[in-house]
DNA sequence: AATTTACGTCAGCCTTGTTGACTTTCCAAG
DNA sequence: CTTGGAAAGTCAACAAGGCTGACGTAAATT
């Protein structure tokens, strides 16, 4: 099997046939990677839409509906609908902001934070488990290829919160 | 900031966020990954779950249905309809079986054929444009951490595919 | 004072997943 | 040759989570 090698040009030489494992690899894996929290999450009568609001909320306290909005990329009645549930549900406090009070900010209650916890265990465990098995050198690789995979759109979301809170 | 490095014991040294990192990677790359068919399909009145019949058709052509439905893990009622509308379209061809009757061996047409190209071109020029800006060392990276993060059934799965047809 | 922004909400639609019940077709074992 | 069960297809109903469009309200900005 031809493995991706550099070529005298400087570039890779892919066949279609390695693109391929490539893509089917990130079709497989990602199920793998949102499996273990959609399984928590049925039990709780929540789904993805509210662990992806609850994951940001958590990294970013205090974030606003808008920036929620844009990380998410859904609209704000489709992300409402998941807000609404879960601050009924009391696992989200929503504030009005003190110097703009049209602005609502985010935070996990302690309900939240502990659904959370369960929450990232699970994907942490997976996703550490899957570093070990693959190496150091492997897990720098994957975030490369990641990150270049992004749009760029996408990638400015990541790499704002990659660093600072 | 500390990166992830092997330790004495032979581990990882991994941090919790390190491991957040490599979530949200999965999560924004995973939208680019599959922004470019979706734009495709969106003009054609076709979804996600067409894309994965069509992609997997292709890839192994004469499959049955129950061969598709253990590998995209939907109910038969979930593919069957999307199978419908593919069949009915012109671009999927269902025959029985000529050993066993009972199976549907399904096939693309060559209208089937084309749409396929146009989603998985778009696909693999992303794809091959991350790798290349990744270089060769992060892309063999890349699919071992994919294939660690994979459930085993799933692997089995992704690992049958990867060679033969 | 008028306009714009941020947010919330109502109503309705679509895709894609689910369960449950049922039929038809067919192979294979008794 | 009959029958049990597997494979496939279909109908009905439902839910999650996207979407658009319209409208309302409060607060900030111009």
């Known amino acids: 099997m031809a493995e991706p090698g550099p070529t005298s040009d400087g570039l890779l030489f892919l066949t279609d046939e390695q693109l391929r494992k490539g893509i089917e690899a990130m079709f497989f894996a990602y199920r793998g990677f949102t499996a273990d929290p959609d399984r928590i999450l049925e039990t709780k009568d929540?789904?993805?839409?509210?662990?992806?609001?609850?994951?940001?909320?958590?990294?970013?306290?205090g974030t606003t509906v808008s920036n929620l909005l844009s990380i998410l990329g859904v609209t704000k009645q489709s992300l409402n609908r998941v807000l609404r549930?879960?601050?009924?549900?009391?696992?989200?406090?929503?504030e009005k902001g003190k110097v703009d009070a049209r602005e609502r900010h985010?935070?996990?209650?302690?309900?939240?934070?502990?659904?959370?916890?369960?929450?990232?265990?699970?994907?942490?465990?997976?996703?550490?488990?899957?570093?070990?098995?693959?190496g150091p050198q492997a897990v720098a690789g994957f975030r490369q290829v990641l990150e270049a995979m992004?749009?760029?759109e996408m990638r400015r979301q990541y790499n704002r919160l990659k660093e600072g809170g």
């Open 85 to 94: 549930s879960l601050i009924d549900d009391g696992l989200v406090r929503s």
């Open 150 to 152: 992004m749009d760029p």
């Open 106 to 134: 985010l935070h996990l209650t302690d309900k939240g934070q502990m659904l959370e916890r369960e929450l990232s265990d699970a994907q942490r465990a997976r996703m550490r488990a899957a570093y070990r098995a693959a």
């Open 46 to 61: 929540y789904g993805r839409a509210h662990h992806r609001a609850v994951h940001f909320i958590h990294r970013s306290p």
